[in-house]
C-alpha cells in the first residue's frame, strides 16, 4: 500500500495560504483550490471561467486523468474570490484561469512551503485533501467521485491514519 503520511495539516495549510495572500491573490487561489477540492494540477491549469458553476457551488473537471470528466464541489467564498480574479484580469469565460506550467505551480507551492520547513508537491495538498476529508466524516464512494478514481481500491489508501489520529479515535471509544 503506498505511503501518504506525508500531508499537511489545516494550520499548515493556513500559514501558506496567508503567506501568500499578501504576495498573489493567483498563489492564493491556486493553494486554496488545491486544498479544497483534491484536484491534481494538470486539472487546476486546465479550468476556465466558464467551468465554474455558482449556482451549483461546483467547478466542471473536463480534462482530467484518463480523459474522464468530473464536477467537483467548491465552496461560495473561493467561487466569489475566483470571480473577482476573473473580473480584476480580464479572463475571457474559455480561457485557462491560470495560465501557468505545472513546474511553476511546483515552485510556487515550494516557495511557501519553505514557511514550514518543509519541501512539498503539488499532489501534497491531493493526498491532504483527501485524508481530511476522510478524518471529518466523507464516505470513501464520495471522495472516489470527488477524486475521480475508477476503483474504490485507489481511494481507500487513504484510510491509512497516523498515529495521533488513531489515538483520538481510541480516547473516543466508551469502554
Known sequence: ????????????????????????????????????????????????????????????????????????????????QLQAYIDANAIPAGAPLFPITQQWVRKLINKYARLLGKNIHPHTFRHSFAINSVRHGVDLRRLQQVLGHTNINTTAVYLQFNDRDLQDVYANVPF
Open 1 to 80: 500500500m503506498k505511503d501518504i503520511t506525508n500531508y499537511l495539516e489545516k494550520p499548515q495549510v493556513d500559514v501558506m495560504l496567508d503567506a501568500a495572500a499578501t504576495c498573489s491573490t493567483r498563489d492564493y487561489l491556486i493553494i486554496r483550490i488545491l486544498w479544497r477540492t483534491g484536484i491534481r494540477v494538470d486539472v487546476l491549469l486546465h479550468i476556465r471561467p466558464v467551468d465554474l458553476e455558482h449556482h451549483t457551488n461546483m467547478v466542471r473537471i473536463l480534462k482530467a486523468k484518463g480523459s474522464k470528466q468530473r464536477r467537483v464541489p467548491l465552496d461560495p467564498g473561493t467561487l466569489a
